[in-house]
Nanobody
Framework: HVQLVESGGGSVQAGGSLRLSCAVS?????????LAWFRQAPGKEREGVAV???????IYADSVRGRFTISEDSANNTFDLQMNSLKPEDTAMYYC????????????????WGQGTQVTVS
């Protein structure tokens, strides 16, 4: 089975930081997967935030580059999103996702999704 579980969401004041974690249960090693974080605000489309592709390249949305960092801990089958200098516009439900190939911003490229964790920045 494949299961992803996010944690670390919450409420924070503007300028603060949060670290989201995604615990992955999968028969495929993280090194062989696209790892991604998406977010979705009410009434808006789900958008890509950060991607780690299978070549270990990290790609960020323009809106978060320099503030957010995606990282992985293969030994513990987790990957994280460190979010610094948070802004009210970062408020959204955040989802971790994995996929076998592509590693794009297209949600359809990802076959497995977490349930989401809410981030609220005031």
């Amino acid at each position: 089975h494949v299961q992803l579980v996010e944690s670390g969401g919450g409420s924070v004041q503007a300028g603060g930081s949060l670290r989201l974690s995604c615990a992955v249960s999968s028969s495929t090693a993280l090194s062989d997967l696209c790892l991604a974080w998406f977010r979705q605000a009410p009434g808006k489309e789900r958008e890509g935030v950060a991607v780690r592709d299978r070549f270990r390249r990290k790609i960020y949305a323009d809106s978060v580059r320099g503030r957010f960092t995606i990282s992985e801990d293969s030994a513990n089958n987790t990957f994280d999103l460190q979010m610094n200098s948070l802004k009210p516009e970062d408020t959204a439900m955040y989802y971790c996702a994995t996929g076998p190939y592509g590693c794009s911003w297209n949600v359809l490229a990802y076959t497995n999704w977490g349930q989401g964790t809410q981030v609220t920045v005031s």
